[in-house]
């Protein structure tokens, strides 16, 4: 039986405001529903929202009861709604795991003798080494056994740069899976073993913003979009996270896609798109969540939707 999570806790929900670990779920059964699902787990930018140290307007809004607040941006993509796959993997993993049930040990394992360990989270692919995108692989060292696909480039950051080799190393399970996009190779096709439904293609695409284990570099694969298909159905999905400025090639792929999600920033390079458009990393100074804006006025006229944490889309 496959679910849709429609909601992962209820806005104003008086249980769910005291008891963040009871959230009041949502789940709607959708018998025989096998299609690529993608389940945004973290809409914000880096800090989420309300970040922690600031008290700007937008974060002092987001404090108040019955506001729902922004987790660090990343999204599961599934084929049928039981396994997952996470694109990147925020800080804010644990909490967003505890509010999304699609994602927390299988129920059956309750009435099981056999072992107690097991998770709907089969894989992960990094879209590049911000601390936002893969900081919380150290929460999941717990795995018995994760595969993890990232570029070269970004494999030797979170091995050489970050301290996630030693915590993966001593304390996990981690499976390395190399996508080949470097040097003169801009784009590489791939595939997961266990989700042979979905086609991925990993796509180089410009550093999004200093970076600050590499501020003075610019390599191929340090930072990629991906494209994922649905090859019983023939849509696709274009997820790109953290890319604040679109340009001619990027475009290219993003109007082929039937839907596709993009960083916040870039909002005004992807105006006229033909499939579903969704912005995501939303970062707490972005007028965007000022529905009072005129940046905010502008996409509600043209059916631009903003990313919610919990939100599904059925392709
Ligand atoms: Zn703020």
């Not at 429609?6 to 929900?13: D, E, T, Y």
């Not at 299609?35 to 307007?57: E, F, T, Y």
Request: include cysteine; aromatic fraction near 6%.
């Amino acid at each position: 039986m496959a679910f849709d999570v429609q909601a992962s806790f209820l806005p104003g929900c008086a249980p769910c405001a005291a008891l963040w670990e009871t959230a009041c779920c949502v789940r709607v059964a959708r018998p025989g529903a096998l299609h690529m699902k993608i389940l945004v787990l973290g809409s914000g930018a880096d800090g989420g929202l309300p970040q922690w140290n600031c008290r700007c307007p937008q974060c002092t809004a987001m404090r108040r009861p019955g506001r729902m607040p922004r987790t660090q941006s990343s999204v599961a993509v599934s084929p049928d709604g039981e396994r997952w796959i996470l694109l990147n993997v925020a800080p804010d993993i644990a909490q967003q795991i505890r509010v999304n049930l699609a994602l927390q040990p299988p129920a059956q394992l309750e009435a099981s003798c056999a072992a107690e360990i097991d998770t709907p989270i089969k894989a992960l692919v990094l879209m590049d080494s911000h601390w936002q995108s893969v900081g919380g692989l150290q929460n999941l060292r717990e795995s018995t056994g994760m595969d993890v696909y990232a570029t070269p480039r970004v494999f030797e950051d979170m091995i050489d740069e970050t301290p996630l080799r030693h915590v993966l190393t001593n304390y996990g399970s981690v499976r390395w899976h190399l996508l080949p996009v470097a040097g003169s190779e801009l784009t590489a096709d791939f595939q997961i073993p266990g989700f042979e439904m979905l086609r991925f293609t990993a796509i180089a695409v410009p550093v999004a913003t200093a970076h600050p284990l590499r501020a003075d570099e610019d390599a191929v694969g340090q930072s990629i979009a991906l494209s994922v298909q649905d090859l019983d159905s023939g849509l696709s999905f274009v997820f790109a996270p953290l890319l604040p400025d679109i340009a001619a090639a990027e475009l290219a792929w993003l109007q082929t896609a039937d839907c596709v999600m993009v960083d916040g920033r870039g909002e005004s390079a992807v105006e006229g798109l033909p499939g579903r458009l969704i912005l995501t990393h939303l970062g707490h100074g972005s007028p965007l969540l000022d529905e009072h804006s005129s940046a905010c006025q502008r996409l509600a006229g043209q059916d631009i939707e903003l990313a919610f944490d919990g939100m599904v889309i059925d392709l």
